[in-house]
Each structure stands twice: as C-alpha cells, then as structure tokens.
C-alpha cells in the first residue's frame, strides 16, 4: 500500500515505527496486530495492571514481574483478537471508509496468511498461560469464548461493546487471580467498573463510522444512542465510577486511591462535555485519552496501598 493510499484512512499511523522501519513484507502484519495503533494494547493490560497491584499490596518488586509479563500478554492476545475480528469483519471493512484500507480488504495478505498469524501470536498468549498458577490460567481459558464471538455481535445488536467490555476487561480477574490464587468481590467490583469504561471509550471511538454502519446495517452503542449521546456516556461513566469505589472499599485501600478516582472522575467529565459525536477526529482523539485513564487508575491502587 502506498503512503498516498494510506494518509486518507484515520486509523493508520504512518508515523509510526512498524510503518517505518518493518519491511515492506513485515508491514501488514503489524497492522493486522493493530501494532501502529498501541491504545488497544494499553485499554487490555490495564486492567490486569489494576487487579495484579490490588492483590499484591505493597510487594513492589514482584508487581514489576508481573507487569512485564501481562504486558508482553497483552501485546500477544490483542494482536491475535484484532487478527481474528479483521478475518471476520473482513467483508464489512471492506464497505467502511475507515477500515477498507486494512490488509485483508486491500488484498495485502490473504486470508490463510491471516490465519497463520493469528495463531502464531496465540502461541505467545498460550506460554504465557504456563506461568500462570492452574486457577488463574483456568480464569484465563474462560474468555476464549468472549474473544470468539465478539467480531459476530455488531450483526445482530446494538451492544457489541458490552461483549467487548467483557472479553478487555477479563484481564480484571486473571490478574487478581494470578498473584493470589483466588478471587475477591474487590476484584469483581474492578470487573464490572471496567466494562463500564469501555462502553464509555468504545461508544466515543464507534462515533466514528455511524454513517457507514447505518448503510451496511451493523449494530453499535454510538448509533443506540445516537440521540442523547452524552446521557448515556455519563451512565456509564457513574457506573465506573460507583464500582471502582466499592473496589476500593472493599479491598481496603487507603485516601489516596480515592483522590486518584476523583481524577478520574475530572477526566470522564473531560471527555464527555467537550465530546463532538459528529467530529471523527474529535472522537479519536478522546478514544486515545482512556490511556491516561487507565494509567490514572493503576497508579491510584498502587497509592491506595501507601
């Protein structure tokens, strides 16, 4: 693909090292694990980051280990799901203006090529899973079917987005699971706040294609609610927000977590009064801003334990 075909897509980076340095060759393959748009890499480690730091209190040396590792995860699993949602989706992208510069509507990779990827970046997931305790890589295993039905779910609701926020927040139990063997509501409470989040980002980010998902007739948040936008996006922002408290409370963390979720608080206001559903860029731009909020929150657990 060339670089004048390129710039007209929003969702590709030309900036970006896998675009610049990769080989020719190499270069699909990156944007197929999505590697020039790393958001969707941080909104999937968060939450293993938040629930990894709830269970191991103020044991910071291995919450260094296990960032490192859930990361390395998170770069794997997201690049494999975002592999499989292009297999599937391949025939709408090709009809979206924003997605049919991807590689397999654009014919830079074939299908079986895509496959192969797909289950090579799993085998990275899959060692990762070895290092696991047997109940957290049991936890784990579960959100296979998440992954594997979400591309379908935009066929036939309107709520693809909350199967999204299941399978990206899965990471939620799996890391509470991992450094303590076990589960706690305090980590359940973090679950369900972090679906909410992500019906608040992935509602902002599907603004985007509105018009042409109408066309083609495939279902989203953004277009459910299309009339009353900022209502719903504050629900949902209340719903994080009341969760996450109840995590704190339940997990025992000090004033300093719930100074951190009033920042928290200020960055959803943020983005949702300033928000311009009929503005791409707009969207994006604030899409792009749950990085810092994910940030936000790991560091706000990591102080509630001060």
């Given at each position: 693909m060339?670089?004048e ?8 980076n ?32 968060y ?9 191991t209190a ?23 799901g ?57 936890v ?42 076990t ?34 007739g ?11 936008p ?77």
């Amino acid at each position: 693909m060339t670089a004048e075909r390129t710039t007209s897509y929003t969702d590709i980076n030309q900036q970006h090292w896998s675009l610049r340095y990769l080989p020719p060759w190499a270069r699909p393959y990156g944007r197929l694990a999505r590697w020039d748009r790393p958001i969707g890499i941080w909104l999937l480690m968060y939450p293993c980051w938040w629930s990894a730091a709830l269970g191991t209190a103020s044991e910071w040396g291995r919450l260094v280990g296990w960032m490192a590792l859930f990361f390395i995860g998170a770069l794997s699993m997201r690049g494999a799901g975002c592999t499989w949602n292009d297999i599937i989706d391949r025939k709408v992208d090709a009809q979206v203006e924003r997605t049919r510069g991807r590689p397999l509507p654009a014919g830079e990779v074939t299908l079986r090529n895509a496959l192969i990827w797909m289950v090579l970046q799993s085998l990275v997931g899959v060692a990762i899973l070895f290092k696991l305790n047997k109940f957290a890589g049991g936890v784990a295993l579960l959100s296979l079917v998440l992954v594997a039905v979400y591309p379908t779910m935009k066929r036939f609701t309107y709520w693809p987005q909350v199967v999204l926020g299941l399978a990206f927040n899965w990471g939620a139990l799996v890391g509470y699971a991992a450094v303590t063997g076990t589960l706690s509501w305090a980590a359940a409470a973090l679950y369900v706040g972090g679906v909410a989040w992500t019906l608040v980002y992935d509602t902002v980010y599907a603004m985007q294609d509105q018009r042409d998902d109408a066309i083609i007739g495939v279902g989203s948040t953004a277009r459910r609610f299309a009339e009353a936008p900022r209502r719903w996006l504050t629900l949902f922002a209340v719903l994080a927000l009341v969760a996450w408290t109840l995590t704190g409370q339940l997990g025992g963390l000090g004033p300093y977590y719930f100074v951190g979720l009033l920042a928290i608080a200020l960055h959803f206001a943020w983005q949702i009064a300033l928000l311009k559903p009929g503005d791409p860029a707009d969207c994006l731009m604030r899409f792009k801003s749950n990085n810092w909020l994910g940030l936000l929150l790991t560091v706000a657990i990591v102080a509630g334990h001060l």
